[in-house]
T-cell receptor
């Protein structure tokens, strides 16, 4: 079974721009979560979607948003990018909101 | 809120040495506990998990036991290999009643195994 896929793998943006990242979960998985990984803050939870509904949200500003489609694929969007948004963004999928999460390879975002 | 504490390292060992990476946690209720591993340039891979007290998770020679009385989930391996060099993350996931929360991670332990 194919794993979690994320596109693009690398991205360079400038301050003030917006960006959209995509995640395709493992086939049959209906829950998708997003995490931000930085050297300073480590791994932090952004939000989780299940059946197109946001079920949980971490402590991030409203510039960070997401959505999930009927095929369980998910996108996250960051508007008005700041230098501090440079990070590895990881997507994880699971069969349900209480089940084990499996991670994709991540999208590395650099904001200049 | 929930939190996970683990040694950050780097931890440097010789091949075939015994490994222990300590992990302690603070959480309300009865969380599930996980160890994930991250190789350079890659995402996180689930190494093992335990969902209730006294459960032992194991995989690829690694083991960890869910100790509720000491709120710990220490990772051990009897004989490490160079290929075990990676960053190891301890994590927990609580069920807050309204559904599971996101994973809470420790800062990660960088493990270096020398031949």
């Amino acid at each position: 079974k194919a794993g979690v896929t994320q596109t693009p793998r690398y991205l360079i943006k400038t301050r003030g721009q917006q960006v959209t990242l995509s995640c395709s979960p493992i086939s049959g998985h209906r829950s998708v979560s997003w995490y931000q990984q930085t050297p300073g803050q480590g791994l932090q939870f952004l939000f989780e979607y299940f059946s197109e509904t946001q079920r949980n949200k971490g402590n991030f500003p409203g510039r960070f948003s997401g959505r999930q489609f009927s095929n369980s694929r998910s996108e996250m969007n960051v508007s008005t990018l700041e230098l501090g948004d440079s990070a590895l963004y990881l997507c994880a999928s699971s069969t349900g909101t209480l089940e084990t999460q499996y991670f994709g390879p991540g999208t590395r975002l650099l904001v200049l | 809120g929930d939190s996970v504490t683990q040694m950050e390292g780097p931890v440097t060992l010789s091949e075939e040495a015994f490994l222990t990476i300590n992990c302690t946690y603070t959480a309300t209720g009865y969380p599930s506990l996980f160890w994930y591993v991250q190789y350079p340039g890659e995402g996180l891979q689930l190494l093992l998990k335990a969902t209730k007290a006294d459960d032992k998770g194991s995989n690829k020679g690694f083991e960890a036991t869910y100790r509720k009385e000491t709120t710990s989930f220490h990772l051990e391996k009897g004989s490490v290999q160079v290929s075990d060099s990676a960053v190891y993350f301890c994590a927990l996931r609580s069920n807050s009643g309204g559904g599971a929360d996101g994973l809470t991670f420790g800062k990660g332990t960088h493990l270096i195994i020398q031949p």
